[in-house]
């Protein structure tokens, strides 16, 4: 993708269900938990780069020994820095204390990090916020075990201000009104709830002060509590979740939008946001690495029993697309096929735009996450020149010559790697016309590939804001004077804002949106902007459930073709000499690539949960009233 998205994180939850002295004996070290935590955050680095968090329990520690650690950094490789903090306190510890070497009850009770309960997260930041403050997992403390809480989560809610009025009319005083926050503290209240009521009934059944503490944590019901606090979440959310004496869960949205996978042998109960991750850190196949279901919760109790849990009655499932487009591991089965068969889905128009001339036609792709896509689309390109070669020998009638037959059999789709991502840019120099010079060579090309009479086809994931492709890749490619530049994009025209954790809330940072103002004034409609404005401030005081989303009307004015081809004007310029075409995929062959992920908002303005349409028409309202400010 030219325009990185962030906001998608990952999670990592480990459970290890053995005392810690026997990986000691099968692995080797009592921090088998840590290093395959390490794992698991590194292979999810693709997910958040901005800062990274990982909290760790103790099981059964005495009163007075430290039983939680955390640790989180923004450094510019967070996770790696975390790792390295965590390696040095161990080496320091063993270096200090010889005694803790062969010694598991030494280790665990001296040393920090170590434990049967781990949470790990990956974050992309929000809006440009990062602070160590807001890194993952956050902490919710007390002096009861059970009451400690901690939180992480790949999430965004829509409905953050009504979450955070309900906290103050419960009485609560929240330090900020920031989803994480809020989403904890909600959970936190109901923690305390359950924990003061399972107090009670246990004095009531005679126990002791002291004798009560390890019975409420056996029968604390982690579904219960979670039930209570989801109730009127509306956002897509994979949350996982510590409690002091050791329970722990991930809970998924009813929808599905964000991804979890787990897996459970004997020996550990392991969480992560994406399915290959666990595969290759745990070696196992793709069979027994299970999707938790929507709406469900994995729950682990202190005792390592584990169970499925409905905490809220699934609707109907929309899993995220671009999580299949972009956001995952390709290295996953599914998403690896998925991919290729975006690719292969675009060949009819493309071979309708370069009006079926491969010879004359060279194939790319735009690094890295297109690749793909690239390959699938090359297979296509392949079998339409053997069925192209097949009809050629047989229209000789057995009458060819071998040199006439050698010809036919040679040729084949012309492959190259013409874009080159060179650096990461750094805008050191604010002065707009510096850092678009800056800008404009983030690309490089490869020279000397490209004839005058060649069509270039580079596909890419997808084209959200187009900055990029006009501002550097299109200018780079122009230097190799193709005759038409055709850019392909696997996911079809993203026209809407999203509200579920990618950062794409501003409607006027669509280039597809752009297009549509741009056809709009050109046919003068312009005026219909006036009228959507004031339906969508007549929706402001209404409930959620009754918004509709009248962007769409916009959008319906033209069809997918004219925004095509207005979208290649806007990331073209008239220093461009080729002929520049944009191609997107259809949405409904989307969703034949990628039938298990059939959420499309982005793409069709269809939202899998009630807060989605206020949020459009909030990014509506804030395009024209010229308020940069967050829709949601």
Request: aromatic share 10%; with cysteine; net charge neutral.
């Amino acid at each position: 993708m030219s325009d990185a998205l962030k906001h998608e994180c990952g999670i990592a939850l480990i459970r290890l269900l053995k005392p810690l002295e026997f990986y000691k004996e099968k692995y080797g070290s009592a921090f088998y938990g840590v290093n395959k935590m390490y794992l698991m955050m590194e292979k999810q680095h693709n997910r958040g780069q901005d800062g990274a968090g990982f909290a760790s329990i103790k099981l059964d520690t005495a009163p007075g020994e430290r039983y939680i650690s955390r640790v989180r950094s923004i450094a510019q490789q967070p996770i790696q820095d975390i790792f390295a903090q965590i390696n040095d306190r161990i080496n320091k510890d063993f270096t200090e204390h010889p005694e803790y070497n062969d010694s598991v009850a030494l280790q665990k009770k001296h040393m920090p990090y170590i434990g049967e309960l781990l949470l790990g997260h990956v974050r992309y930041g929000t809006f440009g916020k990062n602070s160590v403050e807001s890194v993952h997992p956050f902490l919710r403390q007390n002096n009861w075990t059970h009451r400690n809480l901690i939180v992480a989560g790949n999430f965004n809610m829509t409905n953050v201000n009504e979450l955070f009025d309900e906290l103050v009319k419960l009485g609560q005083h929240p330090k900020e009104k920031a989803d994480t926050i809020t989403i904890m503290e909600k959970i936190g209240h109901f923690l305390d709830d359950a924990v003061a009521k399972k107090y009670k009934q246990l004095k009531n059944e005679g126990y002791n002060k002291n004798e009560c503490s390890p019975l409420i944590a056996e029968r604390l019901n982690v579904a219960k509590i979670l039930k209570r606090a989801s109730k009127n979440w509306d956002g897509g959310y994979a949350m996982a979740g510590l409690l002091g004496h050791g329970d722990s869960f991930v809970l998924r949205d009813p929808a599905g939008i964000r991804p979890v996978y787990y897996y459970q042998d004997d020996e550990v109960v392991v969480v992560a946001s994406e399915r290959p991750v666990i595969q290759t850190v745990f070696n196992v196949d793709f069979d027994e690495v299970k999707e938790l279901e929507p709406g469900h919760a994995i729950i682990t109790k202190k005792s390592g029993a584990t169970t499925i849990k409905k905490i809220i009655n699934p609707i109907e499932r929309k899993a995220c697309s671009f999580e299949r487009i972009y956001f995952s591991r390709g290295s996953d089965a599914e998403i690896y096929q998925e991919r290729k068969k975006l690719g292969r889905f675009l060949m009819p128009k493309v071979l309708e735009a370069i009006d079926n001339d491969t010879k004359n036609t060279v194939f790319s792709y735009i690094p890295n996450t297109a690749e793909t896509s690239f390959f699938g689309m090359i297979e296509t390109v392949e079998e339409h020149l053997n069925k192209r070669k097949t009809q050629a020998i047989l229209d000789g009638n057995g009458k060819l010559s071998a040199e006439r037959v050698t010809e036919i059999l040679s040729e084949r789709p012309r492959i190259e790697k013409i874009a080159i991502k060179d650096a990461k840019l750094r805008t050191f120099i604010t002065e707009d016309s510096s850092r678009d010079d800056l800008v404009a060579h983030v690309y490089d090309v490869t020279y000397g590939v490209i004839k005058p009479t060649d069509n270039l086809v580079i596909i890419d994931d997808s084209i959200v804001r187009g900055t990029t492709l006009k501002k550097s890749i299109i200018k780079m490619m122009d230097r190799l004077h193709p005759k038409k530049i055709i850019v392909v994009s696997s996911a079809p025209q993203i026209r809407y804002p999203d509200c579920y954790g990618i950062d794409m809330a501003r409607l006027e940072g669509l280039i597809a949106f752009r297009a549509m103002l741009e056809l709009l004034k050109e046919r003068n409609k312009y005026h219909l902007i006036e009228d959507v404005y004031k339906k969508c401030k007549a929706q402001v005081n209404i409930e959620d459930k009754d918004v509709r989303n009248f962007v769409k009307d916009l959008y319906a004015q033209f069809t997918d073709d004219e925004i095509s081809a207005k979208i290649a004007e806007l990331i073209s310029d008239t220093t461009v000499n080729a002929e520049v075409k944009t191609i997107f995929q259809p949405v409904e062959n989307l969703h034949k690539a990628c039938p298990k992920n059939l959420g499309d908002w982005y793409f069709t303005g269809n939202y899998p949960t009630v807060g989605g349409n206020r949020v459009v028409n909030r990014a509506f309202i804030n395009f024209y009233e010229g308020n940069d400010e967050r829709a949601y």
